[in-house]
């Protein structure tokens, strides 16, 4: 077995999953993340559809290396009803979203046709 080499990883994304009966839910998730994590995590956009390899709504969550273990562990308690897809960045982004990826709440199966796979 070859190793890969953890400081391939150049960051991470942490997808917030939501549809339109938890949609208030995921956007008060959303305030609470920009309060209580500030600068730790960069906030995408607020997707009321599926967009690229996720089968439903979403917002991503850009993380750093460095912050990575503190925004996980505070989306593992606080996520509350919804899921959350995290995977890391390091340039392969099949690999990253189909081999890498680790889910918090349920897990669903990805449109990995976008991403060549």
Known sequence: MTLADP???ASWHAHIYFDADTRDAA???RETIAAELGDAVEIGRFHERPVGP????SYQLAVTNERFAAVFAWLVVNHGKLDVFVHPNTGDALR???????WIGHSYALNLAALGG
């Not at 990253?96 to 680790?102: C, L, Q, T």
């Open 7 to 9: 400081t391939s990883i």
């Open 27 to 29: 956007w008060a998730l």
């Open 54 to 57: 996720h089968p439903i709504w």
């Open 96 to 102: 990253d979203h189909r081999d890498a990826a680790v």
